[in-house]
């Protein structure tokens, strides 16, 4: 069975304190893993999709990395804004079916 | 460009009732998938939609069924409501069937 495991569950950071988020994933046969952003009340945002390992991506304050067993969410500088419930989702079959960790809450604060 | 929009945002419906949801994807994609989002439970996948044809479906009993028009708007159908159907109804659309882009969702309220 596809299993996604984010931590930590929750993080609390200063504004500027860089630091990491990991989603780590068992699957058979890795299609994409894709980063969302999602603020309370609404819809996921789509942030990042990697799809081998080694594979970096960046926007902004954000950096995602991939290996093959794991992706790293990194954020540089946060500020408060970027204050959200990051989920990380993998594809292993054609087709939209996204199979999602539980998240993790990200604070930032000033 | 226009993203993904649902309609209604909100419902509040009865245990036993059945309750319609749509989802008007991005212009051009024509895959659509339904996501069920609790506290509990997190992101669930429902069923995804391509070319009006359901091309995946997820662990959920038949009560939660889904259809897709020529023009890409979906529709998902919940029958016999119960209060644990509580939750945020998310539709996500892709143009090639990665790359989800999601809609605000509908949050359906079971009293």
């Known amino acids: 069975e596809d299993q996604v495991t984010q931590s930590p569950e929750a993080l609390r950071l200063q504004e500027g304190e860089s630091s990491s988020l990991n989603c780590s994933y068992t699957?058979?046969?890795?299609?994409?893993l894709f980063w969302y952003r999602q603020d309370p009340g609404k819809g996921p945002e789509f942030l990042f999709t990697l799809y081998s390992a080694g594979e970096e991506k960046e926007k902004e304050r954000l950096k995602a990395t991939l290996t093959k067993k794991e992706s790293f969410l990194h954020i540089t500088a946060p500020k408060p804004e970027d204050s959200a419930t990051y989920l990380c989702?993998?594809?292993?079959?054609?087709?939209?079916?996204?199979?999602f960790g539980e998240g993790t809450q990200l604070t930032v604060n000033p | 460009k226009a993203g993904v929009t649902q309609t209604p945002r909100y419902l509040i419906k009865t245990r036993g009732q059945q309750v319609t949801l749509s989802c008007s994807p991005i212009?051009?994609?024509?895959?659509v998938s339904w996501y069920q989002q609790t506290p509990g439970q997190g992101l669930q996948f429902l069923f995804e939609?391509?070319?009006?044809?359901?091309?995946n479906k997820g662990n959920f009993p038949g009560r939660f069924s889904g259809r897709q028009f020529s023009n890409s708007r979906s529709e998902m159908n919940v029958s016999t409501l119960e209060l644990g159907d509580s939750a945020l109804y998310l539709c996500a659309s892709s143009l090639t069937g990665s790359e989800a882009f999601f809609g605000q969702g509908t949050r359906l309220t079971v009293v």
């Open positions: 212009s051009g994609h024509r895959s």
């Open positions: 699957v058979s046969g890795l299609r994409g």
């Open positions: 939609y391509f070319s009006e044809t359901q091309r």
């Open positions: 989702a993998v594809e292993v079959s054609s087709g939209s079916r996204l199979t």
